[in-house]
Every structure is written in C-alpha cells, then in structure tokens.
C-alpha cells in the first residue's frame, strides 16, 4: 500500500462489529432469535438501568444485540426508533484505533469524542470494557466506532455456538429511497470508498463483511416476502456448510438471509 493510501484510511473501519435490534419487549425478541436456532448470552442492564440486552455472538467477530426498554423504566432513544417500527436501528463498526478514527471523522466534518464505556458480565468480578465514538445521529437509525477492549470476555467459547451454525455476520443491507445519501454517510463514517453493487445500489466492502446500500425494491427482492419498516432492512449470517437453511426468515423486524459457506 502506498503512503497516500495508508494515510487516507488511517482510522478506518476494519469490519462489521454489531447490529442493534431493538424491540418493545426484550423476552419475546430473544424468543423470536432463539427460535431461530440461536445462542442468546445471559441479560444484562445498560444505559444506567434502563434499556437490557442479550447478544447473539458469532465466531467471526460480529454480533447482534437485541435491546429493549427495562418494564418501568424509560428510553427516550429506543422510545424515538420504536416509532418507526421494531427492527434494526444501530449499527456498530469496528476501528483499531479509536484516536485515529475519531481524527479521521473530524477532518471530515463529523463531531464525535472517544467515550470509554464499561458493562458488567455473568462472571462476578469481570467487566466489559469498549471505547466508543457516536456522532449524531443520522437519517437512518444510529451509527457508531467501537473498538473492543475486552475481547476476552465478550466471544467466549460457551457463547459463539449456535443450533443454526452460525458463524459470521456477512452482509448488512440498508433499503433506501436515495441510494446514494446514505452511501455517503456509511463511507464517511467508515472512511472506506463505495462501489457500484451488481444489484444496483451502492456496497463498501470492510475487511470482515459489507456493507449494500440498495433502493427499496431491490432489498425486497433480494429477502423475499420480508416487511421491514427500518432502513437498516436485513442481515446476511453465514452458517456452516453442512447445515440445511431457510433461505430468508423474519425476526423482530428484520430480514435474515442464511448463506451456506465452506466448513
């Protein structure tokens, strides 16, 4: 690579780290993804008390987190993207170096600070630990830098096994009536070029999975008969190649293609 490219992806993301999928009551979304041949970690508390979540880890490094409001407690936030429907809202990718990338958005006219953030776990004494960089939201939900500091504790072996052999989150696929707005947003934000998709639409390709930005009925097409309301419209999960898969289910308001891959 040359000193000008390195430089102009210095801070940039490296992969698809999660998915927010938020919902109005967190018991019948992790029954809705375990019913779907999926290993769901213990819940746990965020945001002060307010909003829980339990996470589906995948071995490749990504996860989904499915978020609700705590019965009795408020979130204003999750309260705004219930409005527009249960679904995917939050998309997190993964930097190596949070200093660099957040230098990198602010070269590039978005405001963001480094954050670091803990989370307790179910083992007594230990505690998640992630730097963070959330600029504003935009258009489409939220999106946000992470950079794992804990990594150890987070993908454990007793977490990354799943029924569906599941292994890796593949794609994320944003439907959207211009294309091309929110193309611009996710390169800005991942520091990474666009490209033309062959299905028409936009994709930026991450060193773990991509990102597809396509027009509405382009995203229909490619998860049939899926009813989406989010822009963040569906996922894309690898599973061993052995196992026999549904091509394309529903759960909690997004669309999931399940792809075959070599073991």
């Known amino acids: 690579m040359s000193a000008f490219m390195a430089t102009q992806y ?36 965020h945001a002060s008390g307010r909003t829980a979540n339990r996470c589906i880890m995948l071995q490749d490094g990504s996860y989904l987190e499915l978020m609700a409001t705590v019965p009795g407690k408020s979130s204003a936030t999750l309260d705004r993207f219930l409005a527009r429907g249960h679904g995917a809202h939050i998309l997190a990718l993964e930097v190596a170096d949070e200093v660099a990338a957040r230098d990198r958005l602010h070269n590039a006219g978005m405001a963001g600070e480094i954050e670091v953030t803990g989370r307790d776990t179910d083992q007594p004494g230990s505690k998640l630990r992630f ?23 987070f993908w454990r072996p007793d977490t990354v096994v799943h029924v569906n052999h599941a292994v890796a989150l593949t794609e994320v696929v944003y439907a959207a009536q211009s294309p091309a707005e929110t193309m611009t947003r996710l390169s800005r934000l991942s520091g990474r070029p666009a490209e033309p998709d062959p299905a028409g639409g936009y994709r930026i390709p991450l060193a773990r999975g991509v990102l597809r930005v396509l027009p509405q009925q382009v995203a229909v097409a490619l998860f049939p008969g899926a009813t989406v309301t989010a822009p963040l419209f ?3 999960i690898a599973v061993a190649a052995a196992t026999t898969t549904r091509q394309t289910v ?3 308001g997004v669309a999931i293609r399940f792809v075959s891959v070599p073991a």
């Open 250 to 252: 529903a759960a909690g």
């Open 131 to 153: 730097a963070l960089i959330l600029p504003a939201d935009p258009p489409e939900g939220r999106m946000l830098l992470i950079r794992h500091l804990t990594r150890d504790l």
């Open 234 to 236: 569906g996922l894309t």
């Open 10 to 45: 210095r801070g940039a993301a490296i992969g698809l780290d999660h998915v927010g999928i938020v919902g109005a009551d967190l018991a019948v979304l992790a029954q809705a993804y375990s019913g779907l041949g999926f290993h769901l970690t213990p819940p746990a508390m």
